[in-house]
């Protein structure tokens, strides 16, 4: 099973601050990565595909980039609304991993 | 407009069983592979099972194996999940989501608890 480490566990930025956020894979999942966006009482919502490429209707304020071990989410510049939980998940293995999740709060 | 709604869960004695089920609208639900995906109270996500658009594969997490089972029916547009013999480690939010992993029910709860 490919665990995925994600970190820092807490991130507090300030609105308008640029955010980073890092996943790394026990494996390489080559760039079979996808992250999440989820709020409280919701489900995730799907931010980046393969990596780098943003789902339909997710702002440009969000990038990702890596492959094989190591990603990073990047929020350009943090909006009220982006402080929540980000995952990262691999589609490269079975079983599917999901990491342990990033709570991005406001400082 | 997609959407995905979940029924079937409840509180459950340990032993105990439940038939998940996710009701798809608003796109071509058979020629969608579908997963289930967990979330216990506070904690983090967790892949459950995975099914093809025709059932021809299907995966499970090994947390689950051999006491969960994926189906579905595409005439119904409908994806399922029976759960057996329920521990409390399996308390959790499930939640269905479409194949392409864009979109997602709103889960529903499996409580497991005497």
């Known amino acids: 099973e490919i665990v995925l480490t994600q970190s820092p566990a807490t991130l507090s930025v300030s609105p308008g601050e640029r955010a980073t956020l890092s996943c790394r894979a026990s494996?390489?999942?080559?760039?079979?990565l996808a992250w999440y966006q989820q709020k409280r009482g919701q489900a995730p919502r799907l931010l980046i595909d393969?990596?780098?490429n943003r789902a339909t209707g997710i702002p440009a304020r969000f990038s990702g980039s890596g492959s094989g071990t190591d990603f990073t989410l990047t929020i350009s510049s943090l909006e009220p609304e982006d402080f929540a939980v980000y995952y990262c998940?691999?589609?490269?293995?079975?079983?599917?991993?999901f990491g342990g999740g990033t709570k991005v709060e406001v400082k | 407009e997609v959407q995905l709604v979940e029924s079937g869960g409840g509180l459950v004695q340990p032993g105990g069983s439940l038939r998940l089920s996710c009701a798809a609208s608003?796109?071509?639900?058979?020629?969608?592979?579908m997963n289930w995906v967990r979330q216990a109270p506070g904690k983090g996500l967790e892949w459950v099972s995975y099914?093809?658009?025709?059932?021809?594969?299907?995966y499970y997490a090994d947390s689950v194996k051999g006491r969960f089972t994926i189906s579905r029916d595409n005439a119904k547009n409908s994806l399922y999940l029976q759960v057996n013999s329920l521990r409390a480690e399996d308390t959790a939010v499930y939640y269905c989501?479409?194949?392409?992993?864009?979109?997602w029910g709103q889960g529903t709860l499996v409580t497991v608890s005497s």
């Open positions: 494996q390489s999942v080559s760039s079979y």
């Open positions: 998940q691999q589609r490269s293995n079975w079983p599917l991993t």
């Open positions: 989501a479409s194949g392409g992993w864009i979109s």
């Open positions: 608003g796109f071509s639900f058979s020629t969608y592979s």
């Open positions: 393969d990596a780098s």
């Open positions: 099914i093809s658009s025709s059932s021809s594969t299907i």
